[in-house]
């Protein structure tokens, strides 16, 4: 089966001592019907917010919500 492309939206969220939380953001299509996306923060980040969306509509349980501090951290994951 052919991969359907880039189809999902995502955005990152939160407050920092920055004003707005840097995030890196990558998103990978495993040509399976499944992907991949990877976001990796620069900084701790407060009110952190996932939003996954597929032609504007949220998927799953989006958006997620991270309560209190999110810390810098090294790539995280999460899959559709």
């Not at 998103?27 to 009110?47: P, Q």
């Amino acid at each position: 089966a052919e991969s359907p492309g880039n189809i999902f939206d995502v955005q990152i969220t939160g407050d920092s001592v920055y004003n707005i939380c840097r995030v890196w953001i990558n998103i990978l299509d495993r040509k399976n019907g499944s992907f991949i996306i990877r976001y990796k923060t620069y900084h701790t980040c407060h009110n952190f917010q996932i939003h996954v969306t597929y032609r504007g509509t949220h998927v799953g349980n989006s958006p997620y919500y991270i309560k209190g501090q999110y810390y810098y951290s090294a790539t995280n994951f999460c899959c559709y």
